[in-house]
C-alpha cells in the first residue's frame, strides 16, 4: 500500500487549491495583512495564440540576392530588433521566430492597427545625418549616400533650425553632427549620381522618447539625447558648417533639411514635422531599437478574423467536453472504483495543466488544445496499464494489498519506456518547428509534452493515493463487483 497516504493526500489538495486559484483569477494578489501592500501580483489572464483570437501573421524574408551570404548572427539580431519594436507598440503576445536562414515568420494575435505595425518592422530603420552643404533637398526625396562605403558615422543630435519651406512628411529633426572635414557630395555630373556624405547614424543614439514640443500646440516631437562620442561629434560639426544644411534621413529618404544657424554643443535635440501621436512613436521605436542588420521585405501576409477564431474556440470547447464525458463514463462503467477514481485524477490532472499554461504564459492555439488533449488519453493509458495489472494480480488470488503494489511495479516499465518515447517525439518536434518556423507544430509539441509530464504525475502519484485511501477507507469485499473482474 502507499506509504504516507495522508502526507500526500495533503500535497495534493493544497496543488488542487493553488490551481484553482490560478484557473480562477486573471490577476494573482497577495496583499501584505499589516499595512495592505501588494505582496505579490502576477498577471494570469489566458493567452489564446492567433488562431483562436484572430490578427496578423506576416512572413519578412532577406531583401538580398540569392547568392549574398549571410552572417550566422544578422537574422537572429534582426529578429531581436523586430521584437523589441513590437513590444515596445503594445501588442501583446506576439510570436518573432526565426523560419530557415533568411526568413522571419511574425505572429500578431488581436492585432488592430496592422498597416503601422507591418511598416515598422519592415523599415530598416537606418538614420543618417546627411552634409548637404548649401543646398538643402526636399523631404521625401531619395538619395544615395557613401554610408557603408567609407565608413560614415556615429549619431548625434541636436536641435537645428528648420527651413523655411512647408514640411509636407513629418519630421524636420535637429541632430547630429560629424566631423569638420566632411564633404557634402561625391560626384555631380550629368551621368553620376550625387552621393551625398554621412555625418553620423543612428548608433550614438543615447535615448529617444516622444513628447511636446510645447503646451500651447502640443505638437508631437521626437526628442533624443547623444551619447559622450556622438555630442562631440555633433558640436563639431555645427561649429564648422554654420549656415549649411544637415539633412536627417531614414533608409536613404530625407525626413528634413534644417539649417545650422549655430553651434550645438548639448548633445540632445529634437525631431519635429507633422507628426501624429502613433507616428512620431513609430520612429522613436525605430530609432530607440536601432536599424536592422539587413533590410527584409514582406513576402506573405495572412489575417485571420475574430468571428473566424471565436468559431474555433467554441467547436474546440465542445469537442474536448464530449471527449472528456466520453472517457469518464467509460473508464467508470469498465473499470469501476477504480475507473471512478482515475476519473477524479483526470479532473486533478486538467485542472493543474490548465493553471500552468495560463501562470507561465503559455499561448494556447489550435494545436496546442490537441496536444492538450492528446495528452489527457496518454494520462488515461497510464492508469489503464496499472489496472489490468491490478485486476491480473487479483485474479491470482493475491491479497488486495499485494494486488496494488505488484500492479503499480509490474505497470511502471510500460508507462515509463511510452512517457519518454512521447517525450522525445515533442523535442523533436518542438525544435522542427523552431527551425523551419512552424509555429503549429511548436504549439502541438510543446502542450503534448507539457500534459504527458502532468499526467505521469497523475496517474503515479495522485490515482495512486487516491485508490488507495478509498480501499483503505471502504474494504471492499465483491471484488467482481468494484474491480469488474
Request: proline share 5%.
Amino acid at each position: 500500500m502507499t506509504r504516507n497516504p495522508y502526507f500526500r493526500l495533503t500535497i495534493i489538495i493544497i496543488l488542487i487549491v493553488l490551481a484553482a486559484w490560478v484557473d480562477g483569477s486573471s490577476v494573482l494578489k497577495i496583499l501584505n495583512p499589516v499595512n495592505g501592500k501588494t505582496v505579490f501580483e502576477r498577471n494570469v489572464a489566458t493567452r489564446l495564440g492567433l488562431d483562436l483570437r484572430g490578427g496578423l501573421q506576416v512572413i519578412l524574408e532577406a531583401d538580398l540576392p540569392e547568392d549574398t551570404p549571410l552572417e550566422t548572427d544578422q537574422m537572429d539580431v534582426a529578429r531581436a530588433i523586430l521584437e523589441n519594436r513590437t513590444n515596445a507598440f503594445g501588442v501583446a503576445e506576439n510570436s518573432i521566430q526565426l523560419a530557415g536562414e533568411r526568413r522571419i515568420v511574425g505572429e500578431f494575435p488581436g492585432l488592430e492597427d496592422s498597416d503601422l505595425v507591418l511598416a515598422t518592422i519592415q523599415q530598416q530603420g537606418l538614420l543618417e545625418f546627411v552634409d548637404f552643404g548649401t543646398t538643402p533637398q526636399q523631404e521625401g526625396t531619395i538619395i544615395q549616400t557613401d554610408y557603408g562605403t567609407t565608413g560614415a558615422a556615429s549619431n548625434g543630435t541636436a536641435t537645428l533650425a528648420p527651413t523655411n519651406t512647408t514640411l509636407s512628411t513629418p519630421a524636420s529633426t535637429e541632430t547630429t553632427g560629424a566631423t569638420p572635414e566632411a564633404t557634402p557630395a561625391a560626384t555631380d555630373t550629368p551621368d553620376t549620381p550625387i552621393v551625398y556624405h554621412t555625418v553620423m547614424t543612428g548608433a550614438d543614439l543615447k535615448t529617444v522618447s516622444v513628447t511636446t514640443e510645447n503646451q500651447v500646440s502640443n505638437q508631437p516631437v521626437v526628442a533624443f539625447e547623444l551619447s559622450e562620442k556622438g555630442s562631440g561629434i555633433f558640436s563639431d560639426y555645427t561649429t564648422a558648417h554654420q549656415g549649411e544644411y544637415l539633412g536627417i534621413v531614414l533608409d536613404k529618404q530625407v525626413i528634413s533639411s534644417p539649417q545650422v544657424d549655430e553651434p550645438i554643443t548639448s548633445g540632445s535635440g529634437i525631431i519635429r514635422g507633422g507628426f501624429t501621436y502613433e507616428s512620431a512613436n513609430a520612429l522613436a521605436i525605430q530609432l530607440r531599437y536601432g536599424s536592422l542588420p539587413v533590410p527584409l521585405k514582406v513576402v506573405d501576409t495572412r489575417y485571420i478574423g475574430p468571428t473566424l477564431g471565436e468559431d474555433s474556440l467554441q467547436k474546440s470547447l465542445i469537442a474536448g467536453v464530449v471527449g472528456m464525458i466520453i472517457v469518464i463514463l467509460f473508464m467508470a462503467l469498465y473499470y469501476r472504483l477504480p475507473g471512478l477514481v482515475a476519473d477524479i485524477s483526470i479532473l486533478i490532472y486538467a485542472t493543474l495543466a490548465f493553471s500552468i499554461f495560463k501562470y507561465f504564459h503559455f499561448t494556447l492555439t489550435l494545436p496546442g488544445i490537441a496536444g492538450f488533449l492528446l495528452s489527457t488519453g496518454a494520462a488515461l493509458d497510464a492508469n489503464i496499464l496499472i489496472f489490468e495489472r491490478i485486476k491480473e494480480e487479483l485474479r491470482n488470488r493475491l491479497t488486495l494489498g499485494n494486488a496494488l503494489d505488484k500492479g503499480w511495479k509490474r505497470a511502471w516499465p510500460s508507462i515509463r519506456d511510452s512517457n519518454i518515447a512521447t517525450i522525445i517525439t515533442s523535442l523533436i518536434l518542438y525544435w522542427f518547428g523552431s527551425s523551419f518556423g512552424a509555429t503549429i507544430v511548436k504549439g502541438f509539441s510543446l502542450t503534448l509534452a507539457l500534459g504527458v509530464a502532468i499526467s505521469l504525475f497523475t496517474a503515479l502519484f495522485v490515482t495512486r493515493t487516491l485508490l488507495g485511501l478509498v480501499l483503505q477507507w471502504t474494504k471492499p469485499t465483491n471484488l467482481i463487483r468494484w474491480f469488474g473482474l
